[in-house]
């Protein structure tokens, strides 16, 4: 060997120890932890290499973890429409279970004057490695009082609340806008027009009930007085699936609990149709108090310890979530 070609063939070797050196580390780095791996992709803007959809970190990145993808069943949609309408023998009994409605109506009859009053669209199902829509939900703990998200929160595409929660007077601490309001009968109060009223459905009666209303007005009377007329879009009304409804309870909760909690199924409903997930004003303040962010009594805090919901449970599946990158959770105050 000349001794240029030896100096090459030198130089040759110590790229060749230099490159093995170092993927060495990085691959043992990677391997090491997690959080490692997450820094890298959330520091390189790399998305999951299948690239599965267009924010810096995808939920749908179901390799990564084995917990999450164990439990997430993405062909379940969340909204109900004439055509995944139908539900299982198992499900109608589950569901019907629930509040134990007596003689129900003919499910079947009642969805079809359903889907005359509102509309029959399949919506978000529109993932895409082109799609990143972010997505605020907001929970109702006075955990909020005070903590300033408003800004972050109306900075979402989708911004997702529950039952009465107000935002008149609240706006700097939980947001103005909102796309999506959930609630049941029992639960309802009125709504500006550009928002979608997401019913839960319970029995067979509250969707007559969306239907009245909207419409006539006739049914005034649940298990409780509720609302005969609601203010609301009702080109924008969207029905939470039953189907998908036993799906969280029996996936996410492992049955804990009689049934999920509102906050719990809002949550998962947006999972399902977000990219990217961001809450506020779930779980307790720091004081340990879990009323609602507009009462000043620090002893309400709906069902935390009636048996209905096992809020415990429920938390720390949501603290899974976050742990796993896959929501990100705002603690508050
Ligand atoms: C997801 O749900 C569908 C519809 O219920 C079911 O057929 C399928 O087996 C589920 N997939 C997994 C992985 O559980
Ligand atoms: C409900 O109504 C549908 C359509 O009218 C009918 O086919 C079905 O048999 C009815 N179900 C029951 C349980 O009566
Ligand atoms: C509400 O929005 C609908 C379209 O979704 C529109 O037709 C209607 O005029 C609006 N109503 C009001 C009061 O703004
Ligand atoms: C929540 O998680 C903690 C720590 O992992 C565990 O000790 C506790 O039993 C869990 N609580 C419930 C209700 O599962």
């Known amino acids: 060997m000349s001794l240029t070609k030896r100096r090459k063939f ?8 230099i490159i093995t050196f170092t993927t060495f580390l990085f691959s043992y780095t990677l ?6 791996l ?6 390189f803007h790399l998305s999951d290499s299948k690239g599965l959809c267009a924010c810096e970190q995808c939920i749908v990145e179901l390799d990564d973890d084995p917990w999450f993808a164990e439990r997430f069943n993405q062909s ?21 279970w629930l509040q134990a409605e007596r003689n129900p109506a003919n499910f079947t009859q009642v969805v ?6 509102i509309p029959d669209e399949v919506l978000y199902m529109d993932a895409s490695p082109e799609r990143c829509r972010t997505c605020s939900v907001v929970g109702n703990s006075g955990n909020l009082k005070g903590a300033h998200y408003g800004s972050l929160i109306d900075s979402s595409d989708f911004i997702i609340r529950m039952n009465q929660a107000p935002t008149s007077g609240f706006e700097q601490d939980v947001g103005s806008r909102t796309t999506h309001h959930l609630i049941y009968p029992e639960s309802a109060i009125d709504l500006d027009n550009s928002t979608s009223l997401v019913l839960i459905p319970f029995k ?114 949501t603290l899974l979530l976050a742990d796993k990158h896959k929501i990100k959770m705002f603690k508050g105050r």
């Open 10 to 17: 030198r130089t040759f070797a110590l790229l060749v120890c």
């Open 31 to 36: 391997r090491d932890t997690y959080s490692s």
């Open 38 to 43: 997450h820094f890298f992709k959330y520091a």
């Open 76 to 96: 379940i949609h969340p909204l109900m429409t004439r055509d995944n309408s139908a539900l299982s023998d198992e499900t109608y009994k589950w569901w019907q």
């Open 112 to 117: 079809e004057e359903l889907f005359q009053v």
């Open 204 to 317: 067979t009666l509250d969707l007559q009930w969306i239907v009245s209303a909207l419409t006539t007005g006739t049914i005034t009377h649940t298990y409780l007085p509720v609302m005969s007329r609601i203010k609301a879009n009702k080109d924008k009304v969207l029905i939470y699936s039953p189907t998908f409804f036993k799906y969280v309870y029996e996936s996410w909760l492992e049955g804990h609990g009689r049934y999920p909690s509102t906050g719990f199924l809002s949550l998962l409903f947006a999972v399902h149709i977000c990219d990217q997930v961001n809450i506020f004003g779930f779980g307790a303040d720091q004081k340990g108090n879990w009323h609602h962010y507009w009462e000043d009594n620090l002893l309400s805090g709906a069902f935390r310890h009636t048996g209905v919901h096992d809020g415990d449970y429920e938390y720390n599946v």
